[in-house]
């Protein structure tokens, strides 16, 4: 079974920083690309940040190029997404997601491709 646990978020100032982790148990984590997304009240999920299975490629949204930074840590099963400057608009439940199946390897920014999530953690930035 597949598990997905967030943390690291919170209340913050706007300019501040906020690392996320998601932790990752299952054996196919390492050969797994993840993404990360995120959801404003009253909005629809929305694409973040992803990286590759070897993190060789990462992507981000246009809104977050420059301020976040994704990376992973196959040895410790997590992926950490680094965000700088916060600004109030990145206020949302943040949640990291996993790709398994054939296709695993390669990043993406399509929600539809990924297949376990998890639970999410907020942030909330203050003007």
């Known amino acids: 079974q597949v598990q997905l646990v967030e943390s690291g978020g919170g209340l913050v100032q706007a300019g501040d920083s906020l690392r996320l982790s998601c932790a990752a148990s299952?054996?196919?984590?390492?050969?797994?690309?993840m993404g990360w997304f995120r959801q404003a009240p009253g909005m629809k999920r929305e694409f973040v940040a992803a990286?590759?299975?070897?993190?060789?490629?990462?992507y981000y949204a246009d809104s977050v190029k420059g301020r976040f930074t994704i990376s992973r840590d196959n040895a410790k099963n997590t992926v950490y997404l680094q965000m700088n400057s916060l600004k109030p608009e990145a206020t949302a439940v943040y949640y990291c997601?996993?790709?398994?199946?054939?296709?695993?390897?390669?990043?993406?920014?399509?929600?539809?491709?990924?297949?376990?999530w998890g639970q999410g953690t907020q942030v909330t930035v203050s003007s």
């Open positions: 997601a996993a790709r398994y199946g054939s296709n695993r390897f390669a990043a993406s920014a399509s929600l539809e491709l990924y297949d376990h």
């Open positions: 299952g054996r196919t984590f390492s050969s797994s690309a």
């Open positions: 990286i590759s299975w070897n993190g060789g490629n990462t």
